[in-house]
């Protein structure tokens, strides 16, 4: 799949998704007109259900939430921002929120990152991601889902090629190789719901021990 589900999307209009969903799905908006008109369609849909079920009790914070995000004005589609790797505005902003710099840090298999601590919380990762061409994730498998936005370059897995836009999801339990293709480092905002396991112990010691002195 690369666009985000609908279910996704009522979580993210309702409030009910955590705060890196949400700004997983307004980054995707920022690259794919599609992804921004279906989730203004969701919040309509938010609004709708509101509406008709008045006698119900509902989180005052949410429901204000969501009437606020329908009167806002439509969000940018395709807009890049001034940084070399195009990264969305929504995530550019969060970077400078936290006085970050695209200071990037080594992992395993090659890999860089950023981690957004805003957006991370328990059991909740959030991160930038960076991998040169030719370059390869380590077989992995995931305790819960795993969100990748492509925002530059391109991978593949064994289920298709991601390209500028795409979003990559993979389930618990779904063990995957992600690639790069071409000759562009492959930029990505990636959002995983439980831990990373690597099929290499070797490949797992060698990362947790790059991501606590590196």
Known sequence: MTVIDDGVLLDHASGAAPAAISVLALAQAELKPETAARIRLAEAAMAVFFEEDAGAVFDPVVQTGVM???EAPEPSVGEESSDSSNVPRILVDRLADEGKAFAWKRRAGGR?????????????????????PGRSIPQHGH?????TLVISGSFQDENGVYERGDVCTAGAGRVHRPVVVGDEPCVCFAVNMGRMRFSSPLVAAYDRFLSRYF
Request: charge should be negative; aromatic fraction near 6%.
């Open 112 to 132: 860089a990152e950023i981690r957004l601590q805003s957006l991370s919380e328990p059991g909740i990762d959030a991160f930038l991601l960076r991998l040169d």
């Open 68 to 70: 606020a995000r329908l």
């Open 143 to 147: 305790d819960d889902d795993e969100y």
